[in-house]
T-cell receptor
Framework: NAGVTQTPKFRVLKTGQSMTLLCAQD?????MYWYRQDPGMGLRLIHY???????AKGEVPDGYNVSRLKKQNFLLGLESAAPSQTSVYFC?????????????FGPGTRLTVT | DQQVKQNSPSLSVQEGRISILNCDYT??????FLWYKKYPAEGPTFLIS?????DKNEDGRFTVFLNKSAKHLSLHIVPSQPGDSAVYFC????????????FGKGTKLTVNP
């Protein structure tokens, strides 16, 4: 049981390049989330999904796209990377329990855009 | 508009003493609160939570207190250990069905031996 995994762990992009971050969870969770963490800013929600085939915007969605084609995977895409997207990206998942809002996080992807 | 606020960026305590981390919120619709711990180069890990219908939840050395009238919650760690040194995030949820969390900016706790 690996929990939540993210690939890659590190990436350096040039401005204008594109890339996709992959998140996978093996806990059969319905909900999945993408966050970014910047110094002094805490965790900010980019996009989230409440089930396979669904996506929704979070607090800071501009410049990102997501897809949830399979329940266990949640992809985050950057079509044209900008230096402002230099950040650490975390994926998380959670189950529908009705009385618990605990999210399980992956180890993060450190992205640098030059 | 910052809905969840952790006004102390850092806190330093001696091993064996109590650590108290504070969190304030502005949205009265929040009905569930969580604390996460984060070590460098790792993802946040869940620590403890509390529903808005309670005012206290305890789990070993960790206790969370909720004061709804003041829109304030706190995390107490007793006794503090060097391994508790990490960044602690407070988070809150409206429970709208998506289970979205709003996070504070975090407090870096350092426990000195």
């Amino acid at each position: 049981n690996a929990g939540v995994t993210q690939t890659p762990k590190f990436r350096v992009l040039k401005t204008g390049q594109s890339m996709t971050l992959l998140c996978a969870q093996d806990m059969n969770h319905e909900y999945m989330y993408w966050y970014r963490q910047d110094p002094g800013m805490g965790l900010r929600l980019i996009h989230y999904s409440v089930g396979e085939g669904t996506t929704a915007k979070g607090e800071v969605p501009d410049g990102y796209n997501v897809s949830r084609l399979k329940k266990q995977n949640f992809l985050l895409g950057l079509e044209s990377a900008a230096p402002s997207q230099t950040s650490v990206y975390f994926c998380a998942s959670s189950a529908i329990t009705g009385d618990s809002y605990e999210q399980y996080f992956g180890p993060g992807t450190r992205l640098t855009v030059t | 508009d910052q809905q969840v606020k952790q006004n102390s960026p850092s806190l330093s305590v001696q091993e064996g003493r109590i650590s108290i981390l504070n969190c304030d919120y502005t949205n009265s619709m929040f009905d569930y609160f969580l604390w996460y711990k984060k070590y460098p180069a790792e993802g946040p890990t869940f620590l403890i939570s509390i529903s808005s219908i309670k005012d206290k939840n305890e789990d070993g050395r960790f206790t969370v207190f909720l004061n709804k009238s003041a829109k304030h919650l706190s995390l107490h760690i007793v006794p503090s250990q060097p391994g508790d040194s990490a960044v602690y995030f407070c988070a809150a949820s409206v429970g709208s069905g998506s289970e979205k969390l709003v996070f504070g900016k975090g407090t870096k706790l350092t426990v000195n031996p």
